[in-house]
């Protein structure tokens, strides 16, 4: 279990690491692709072998960076959605559903106004 825990911890501080990077200095060392594969692989061990390690500052339970919080904050009219979570066509189609369902929403709305 030892391994696991440190090897959870290291995957925590590379994608740290790279938040940094991009953040700060704007600077791209992995593709979103990776970068959103090891986020997805810290996420599953950390739900599975929660019994062993309990994780405040997570990159999975942060949101936005620590790095640009001098940052104005937006709020926009629309969700911002994005393809970046999708490696299987079931992810794909969850994705679909979801900007069909939003698109209806706003039709309707148009519609009524």
């Known amino acids: ?3 696991i825990k440190n090897y959870i911890l290291k995957l925590q501080e ?3 690491y790279y938040e940094y990077l991009y953040y700060s200095f704007n600077s791209q ?5 990776r970068y959103d594969f090891l ?3 810290l996420r599953y061990l950390e739900n599975k072998y929660k ?3 309990v994780i405040k500052n997570s990159p999975t339970s942060t949101i936005g ?6 940052l104005k904050k937006h709020k926009h009219i629309t969700p911002m959605f994005s393809l970046n979570h999708v490696f299987s066509i079931r992810d794909y189609l969850s994705f679909e ?3 069909k369902n939003n698109l209806k929403k706003k039709l309707f709305f148009f519609a009524v106004s």
Do not use: A, C, V
């Open 51 to 53: 019994h062993i390690l």
């Open 97 to 99: 559903k979801k900007l």
């Open 65 to 70: 960076s620590l790095y640009l919080s001098n």
């Open 29 to 33: 060392k992995i593709s979103d692709h």
């Open 39 to 41: 986020i997805k692989k």
């Open 1 to 3: 279990m030892e391994f």
């Open 14 to 16: 590379k994608i740290r």
